[in-house]
C-alpha cells in the first residue's frame, strides 16, 4: 500500500537554528500539505502545495517557513530561525483529486530547546 | 472563521459496546467530510468518508452519518475493541483550490475491559 514517508522522526534543535523536514508523498498525488499538531491539540493546516506553487498557507506560516519541491518527490518545509513555540508534531499528507481521503505520513516530532 | 468542532473530548465505553462520536461543523460550502483515528505518536489514519450529497455511509464496523440541515457528523463504531481506542478526528474539506482539510478538536475513545 502506497505511503507518506517523513523523515526524520525526531528533531531537537536550538532555539534559532535552521531545520529542515522532510516528506516523500504519494508518487501520483497532486496535492501536499504540512500540518502541525501541538501535543493534546487537533490538527492545524499550515500549507497547501499544488501545480509547483503555494496553493494557501495559514496564519501560522509566517515568512519564517517555507516549502519546495526541489525534485518531483520530495517535499520539505523549512523553518529559519525555529522558536520554542514551533515545538510540535509535523505532517506531511497528500491526496490525488476528487472525493478521496488525504493520506499522512507519520510526522516528525520536532522539538526547539 | 470557519470550524469544525466536536461535541465530547472523552468517550469511554465497554468492550462490545457501540460507540458514537460526534462532531459540528460551521462550514456550509464543505462537500467532502472525513474520520480519521489517531494513535498515539502516529499520524492521522483515514477510517471512512462521505460526501454531502449522503447522508449515510457503511465500512466495515463503522458507519459515518450526515445530518447537513443541523451541520452534524457522526462516526459509529460498531462492537467496539480495545484497538479502537484513540483519538477521532472528523475533518472538512472546503472547495477552494487548495482543498485542504480543516480539523475539529479530536475525542479520545477509551474502551474498558
Known amino acids: 500500500e502506497p505511503e507518506v514517508t517523513q523523515t526524520p522522526s525526531h528533531q531537537v534543535t536550538q532555539m534559532g537554528q535552521e531545520v529542515i523536514l522532510r516528506c516523500v508523498p504519494i508518487s501520483n498525488h497532486l496535492y501536499f500539505y504540512w500540518y502541525r499538531q501541538i501535543l493534546g491539540q487537533k490538527v492545524e493546516f499550515l500549507v497547501s502545495f499544488y501545480n509547483n506553487e503555494i496553493s494557501e498557507k495559514s496564519e501560522i506560516f509566517d515568512d519564517q517557513f517555507s516549502v519546495e519541491r526541489p525534485d518531483g518527490s520530495n517535499f520539505t518545509l523549512k523553518i529559519r530561525s525555529t522558536k520554542l513555540e514551533d515545538s510540535a508534531m509535523y505532517f506531511c499528507a497528500s491526496f490525488s483529486q476528487g472525493y478521496t481521503e488525504a493520506f499522512f505520513g507519520q510526522g516528525t516530532r520536532l522539538t526547539v530547546v | 472563521g470557519e470550524s469544525v468542532g466536536l461535541h465530547l473530548p472523552t468517550l469511554s465505553v465497554q468492550e462490545g459496546d457501540n460507540s458514537i462520536i460526534n462532531c459540528a461543523y460551521s462550514n456550509s460550502a464543505s462537500d467532502y467530510f472525513i474520520w480519521y483515528k489517531q494513535e498515539s505518536g502516529k499520524g492521522p489514519q483515514f477510517i471512512i468518508d462521505?460526501?454531502?450529497?449522503?447522508d449515510k455511509r457503511q465500512g466495515q464496523r463503522v458507519t459515518v452519518l450526515l445530518n447537513k440541515t443541523v451541520k452534524h457528523l457522526s462516526l459509529q463504531i460498531a462492537a467496539t475493541q480495545p484497538g479502537d481506542s484513540a483519538v477521532y478526528f472528523c475533518?472538512?474539506?472546503?472547495?477552494?483550490?487548495?482543498?485542504?482539510?480543516?480539523f475539529g478538536s479530536g475525542t479520545q475513545l477509551t474502551v474498558l475491559p
Open positions: 475533518a472538512e474539506r472546503g472547495t477552494g483550490s487548495a482543498r485542504q482539510l480543516t
Open positions: 462521505i460526501r454531502s450529497n449522503m
